[in-house]
């Protein structure tokens, strides 16, 4: 299974981007989707993840109520919208397939990784 993000971009502080993930493989809609980013010199954290059916998701603290995942499984892909944006989720973003279908926080538990897309949010 092959992913692609797109959709990064640099943006300044309040404002907003979409990210996308397309998924290579029609059976991707069996599996649970998340985003994870990385700051420069800080490790990998979880973003947000959402299960297969679409109807579970789970959000970081840190960007609850500004961002929302959602799915088309129709598409085999995951649309990431951030708004609100702040300096601090400048980072490389990347997307996750988890083929147990819940769609977790934790990235162990991913099996499929894309290469991810930069976010730049200026202040």
């Known amino acids: 299974v092959q992913l692609q993000a797109s959709g990064g971009g640099l943006v300044q502080a309040g404002g907003s981007l979409r990210l996308s993930c397309a998924t290579s493989?029609?059976?991707?809609?069996?599996?649970?989707m998340g985003w994870f980013r990385q700051a420069p010199g800080k490790e990998r954290e979880f973003v947000v993840a959402?299960?297969?059916?679409?109807?579970?998701?789970v959000y970081a603290d840190s960007v609850k109520g500004r961002f929302t995942i959602s799915r088309d499984n129709a598409k085999n892909t995951v649309y990431l919208q951030m708004n609100s944006l702040k300096p601090e989720d400048t980072a490389v973003y990347y997307c996750?397939?988890?083929?147990?279908?819940?769609?977790?926080?934790?990235?162990?538990?991913?099996?499929?990784w894309g290469p991810g897309t930069q976010v730049t949010v200026s202040s």
């Open positions: 959402i299960n297969w059916k679409g109807d579970t998701t």
């Open positions: 493989r029609r059976t991707s809609s069996m599996y649970g």
């Open positions: 996750a397939a988890d083929t147990n279908g819940v769609g977790s926080s934790r990235s162990n538990e991913y099996d499929y």
